[in-house]
């Protein structure tokens, strides 16, 4: 079967500071990879989607990045973090079958 | 710009009885559609998906889907508090070859002993 993880789960990180969250999913080949932000008490917002390795679409302009580095490998990354960018961050693949999207657990991601 | 527009809520409605959670949309040319329960601090998790026009039903819960009025709705029978979350609608916009899921700012459901 398969499944989907991220991490970390929780960070605190300063302004200015650099990001990596780390997404891999097991038992499916050439998944369809996203990754969403929730701010507090907000929906989910589509930053990046991936359909193969080195293929990444931008939703918003933003100062984050994505990197697909293996097929079942999704990156979200910034050089430098806002205030702004808090949040919870998930990241989910999507089953061609039905649509329907799996998430991984999120990590929380909180710019002082 | 597509949309997908829900009411925040909260709603609340005591055990036992019929929730409903509606949500609409703004691309006529949508074909897929799913709601997603999310727990406070937890990932969402599918409840239901719906394609055709009409009723789908599982278990206490039922989609309905009317593509000529962009809505799509979710009833809950029999609410427990254990139903108390927020409910995401999501629509599945077509762009290039892919199905890009999008998501309504979801409704907090609050169901009371």
């Known amino acids: 079967s398969q499944t989907i993880h991220q991490w970390p789960a929780t960070l605190v990180q300063p302004v200015g500071s650099p990001l990596s969250l780390e997404c891999t999913v097991e038992?499916?080949?050439?998944?369809?990879l996203y990754w969403y932000r929730q701010a507090a008490g907000r929906g989910l917002q589509l930053l990046f989607y991936?359909?193969?390795?080195?293929?990444i679409s931008s939703e918003v302009p933003q100062n984050l990045s994505a990197s697909r580095p293996q097929d079942r490998q999704f990156i979200l990354s910034s050089k430098k973090l806002l205030l702004s960018d808090s949040g919870f961050y998930l990241c989910?693949?999507?089953?061609?079958?039905?649509?329907?999207?799996?998430f991984g657990e999120g990590s929380r991601l909180t710019v002082l | 710009q597509k949309e997908v527009e829900q009411n925040s809520g909260p709603l609340s409605v005591p055990e036992g009885a019929i929730a409903s959670l509606n949500c609409t949309y703004s691309?006529?040319?949508?074909?897929?559609f799913f709601w997603y329960r999310q727990y406070s601090g937890k990932s969402p998790e599918l409840i239901m998906f719906?394609?055709?026009?009409g009723d789908k039903e599982d278990g206490r819960f039922t989609a309905q889907l009317n593509k000529a009025s962009q809505y799509v709705s979710l009833l809950i029978r029999d609410s427990q508090p254990s139903d108390s979350a927020t409910y995401l609608c999501?629509?599945?916009?077509?762009?290039?070859?892919?199905?890009?899921?999008?998501f309504g700012r979801g409704t907090s459901l609050i169901v009371h002993p």
């Open positions: 989910a693949w999507k089953a061609t079958s039905t649509g329907e999207l799996f």
């Open positions: 038992g499916t080949s050439n998944p369809n």
């Open positions: 991936s359909i193969g390795i080195g293929q």
């Open positions: 691309d006529r040319g949508s074909q897929s």
């Open positions: 719906i394609y055709s026009n």
């Open positions: 999501a629509v599945n916009w077509k762009r290039g070859g892919s199905y890009i899921p999008t």
